[in-house]
Every structure is written in structure tokens, then in C-alpha cells.
């Protein structure tokens, strides 16, 4: 009689075969879903999603892949525990350093434009303009551009994954056991820094989830922005939102994500606060401590469009005659102030909240390519970034909108 797998083993299997579905992995892109090793590492894996051919590991069903070729790493736990997700940060911070070593080790530089999808985030999370060059980059305060460069790294690294079917009975316990493990391991050889934490961390029906918008991300408040945030349930939708995302980024193609019109309701776990002493720049971790009383959610919250107010569509038309960007002058002020009867600095932070504009001295401009307007009777509106999304909500409502679509040129 074969001996029969470990339940480790057994889970490992249940998840690679739960990641290579037809529906979660597209065909003709090569991609696979192994376990075995990544090149400059001594550490087995669980379970990789890969493109194209590895090198098979001696006898073994096990194969090795260089580092560019792998899109994320699965740590598999049957029950994890403060030991296990401590363990599993630090196996996968390794996956985080190799990709960077083999990414950033060099001193070619890339075109502008390959940054700018990690500038548009950085606008969306602070409402500020990003830069428009690499001059411009280098000038930005050091917490800003040092910002701008986490979000760059975090479209190319691998998505990393601690995935444990059961373990923590709480979320607010999964929580806790994460900001300690942050705070034992602090310092430049912490493994627990926000570039190398985990993409996401699951423990049945709790997650925490980090917030580097690829594709998860929430608006920072003051002076800090919220780097990671927890859901309960819907673990396997977040995943598959994470796998999506990588793979549309990595093999270059459009994954059919839809208008879903729910969104997830995520709780902020941690913000993160620039702090710089002489010439060294850190982080500090500004956590958000709940009681499990008030986690207690529904796993999702239905979308809607931002409102926007009559004197802030005068600000979108602006923006949108200038080509997605227009320059707030005294007479603009003072139009709004006699037309509308509010500032103009209220219509910009109202606009600004929406998520979709962002400013910097008198220059006001959207952060996405296109930003599409319901523009309503009464001279309000709504915006959003997803045409099909916002048709389906307005018709929803019963609302007969013009849709008006700004380009950022």
C-alpha cells in the first residue's frame, strides 16, 4: 500500500489545483502552477505560479525558476498560528529580496513613462500631482518619492501569499498577531518592513491584505497613508483579484474583471508615517486597534460613484476643456464663489476626496488615463473610473445622465 500524503502535503495540493482553473489562469500564456525552489534560494516553496519552463529539481516533481519568471509564491498553512505566519513572513521576504536584487541591482535606467502607473497610484492615495520626470522625482521631498518608489517596486515584485485554512477564531486576533511580529522585528534587516510583508495573509475567514494598490488601496488621512487593511470572508475572491492583477501587468493583457458592483469592506490595520532624523528616513507604524465587537461587517459594501457638487462639476468641465488638467486662477475662485456660493478650495478638496483628481499649487488634474462623468440636470454629477460600473449604478438609481468622458493627456 503507498503511504498516503501528509494533511500539509494534501492542503498544498487542494490549493494548487484551486489556482490552476481555467477560470483563474488565462490559456495561451504559458502559465503553470509548481512547487519547488526560485534561483538563489534554498527554500521550497509550496507553491508557485510561474511562465514558461523551469529546471526540474533532480528526480523530483520539484523545479527551479529564475526569479523574472515568477508571479507569486503560496506559503500553504492547515492551521496557522503567530509561530507559522513568523515563519512564513520570513520565507517569503526572501522571494521579496531576490526579485529586488535581480530588478534594482543594475543601474540602467528605465523610460519615464514605465512609472507612471506607480505615479497616477501615488495621486489617487495623497490627492497630490506626481512628478513628471525623473528630475522632478528626484526633487520631491524624500517620504513622497520614497513612496512613489514602493509603489513602482510593488507592480513587479511576485505577489506573496501566507494562506491558512484555519487558525486565528478572530480577526481582530489575526490583526494583533501581525503588528506584534512588526514590532518585535524592527530595523533595515526587519522582515517584516512594508516592502517585504506578505500581499496577503488569509487564516480562514480573515485576511489582511496590503495596500500598495495592486489593486487594494485606501486613502491616507493627514500625513500618513494606510499600508495594509482586513477583510473577513471572500478570501478566494482576493486572491484571484491579486493573481488578476499581476497577471494583466506581467503578460501584458486585460483580464475580464467586470463592473462588480460590491466592493470589499476593508477595516485599516496599519498607517505608515514618514519620520527622518539627519540623513536616515524611516517609517513609523501608526496602528488602528480594534475590538473584535466592531469588525463584526458584512464581507462587502455596495459601489457607488462620488457625488460631486455643482461648484465641483464647474471644476471637472474646466478640467475636462483643458485636457485633463486646468489651472485654478482668481477668476476661476471667483466665479465659483458668486455662482455656487462656496470656495473654490471646497469644490477642489471635494474633488480630491472623490478619488479621482489630485493638485499641487494652482494645478488641478485627474490621476487616471480616463475619468468618466454622469453629469445630472441640476449641474451635479458623479465620477467614477469604470464607464460600465457607472452606467449600471445610474441606471440602477433610475437616472437618465449624460456620461462625459476626460482624458489625461
Not at 175 to 185: A, C, F, P, Y
Not at 308 to 326: D, I, K, R
Not at 378 to 405: M, V
Amino acid at each position: 500500500m503507498n503511504h498516503m500524503p501528509t494533511l500539509g502535503k494534501a492542503y498544498e495540493a487542494i490549493t494548487m489545483a484551486a489556482v490552476d482553473k481555467e477560470f483563474v489562469l488565462p490559456p495561451g500564456l504559458d502559465l503553470r502552477v509548481v512547487s519547488g525552489f526560485i534561483e538563489g534560494s534554498d527554500n521550497q516553496f509550496d507553491c508557485m505560479l510561474v511562465q514558461g519552463d523551469g529546471q526540474r529539481y533532480g528526480l523530483t516533481t520539484e523545479y527551479r525558476y529564475p526569479i523574472e519568471k515568477v508571479l507569486c509564491v503560496i506559503e500553504v498553512k492547515k492551521t496557522l498560528t503567530k509561530a507559522d505566519l513568523t515563519d512564513a513572513i520570513n520565507q517569503l521576504a526572501e522571494v521579496q529580496k531576490l526579485h529586488l536584487q535581480a530588478t534594482y541591482g543594475t543601474k540602467a535606467e528605465k523610460p519615464f513613462s514605465s512609472v507612471r502607473s506607480a505615479i497616477r497610484s501615488y495621486e489617487r492615495i495623497t490627492g497630490k500631482i506626481g512628478p513628471d520626470s525623473y528630475r522632478a522625482l528626484d526633487e520631491m521631498p524624500l517620504q513622497e518619492k520614497t513612496l512613489i518608489g514602493f509603489l513602482e517596486r510593488q507592480r513587479h515584485v511576485p505577489v506573496t501569499v501566507v494562506l491558512g485554512y484555519d487558525g486565528f477564531k478572530t480577526e481582530a486576533g489575526l490583526r494583533r498577531s501581525l503588528l506584534k511580529i512588526m514590532d518585535g522585528t524592527v530595523g533595515k534587516q526587519s522582515n517584516a518592513s512594508i516592502d517585504l510583508l506578505p500581499t496577503l495573509v488569509t487564516s480562514g475567514d480573515f485576511n489582511i491584505v496590503k495596500c500598495n494598490a495592486q489593486p487594494y488601496m485606501v486613502h491616507r488621512s493627514a500625513d500618513s497613508w494606510v499600508a495594509a487593511a482586513s477583510t473577513r470572508h471572500n478570501a478566494a475572491l482576493i486572491l484571484l483579484e491579486l493573481l488578476w492583477t499581476k497577471i494583466s501587468f506581467f503578460c501584458n493583457i486585460r483580464m475580464p474583471f467586470g463592473d462588480d458592483m460590491e466592493s470589499e469592506n476593508l477595516k485599516e490595520l496599519f498607517a505608515l508615517q514618514a519620520t527622518i532624523h539627519g540623513d536616515t528616513f524611516g517609517w513609523i507604524v501608526i496602528p488602528f486597534e480594534h475590538p473584535e465587537s466592531k469588525l463584526s461587517r458584512a464581507q462587502s459594501i455596495p459601489w457607488q460613484p462620488a457625488r460631486v457638487s455643482p461648484a465641483a462639476m464647474s471644476l471637472v468641465n474646466q478640467v475636462a476643456f483643458g485636457g485633463g488638467e486646468t489651472t485654478l486662477s482668481e477668476s476661476l475662485a471667483d466665479y465659483i464663489k458668486e455662482t455656487h456660493g462656496v470656495s473654490m478650495d471646497e469644490a477642489v478638496l471635494e474633488l480630491i476626496q472623490s478619488d479621482g483628481f489630485a493638485k499641487s499649487g494652482n494645478r488641478l488634474k485627474g490621476t487616471s488615463p480616463t475619468t468618466f462623468v454622469a453629469s445630472l440636470d441640476d449641474d451635479s454629477g458623479y465620477l467614477a473610473i469604470n464607464r460600465d460600473q457607472l452606467e449600471k449604478w445610474c441606471a440602477a438609481q433610475g437616472l437618465e445622465p449624460t456620461i462625459i468622458a476626460i482624458f489625461n493627456l
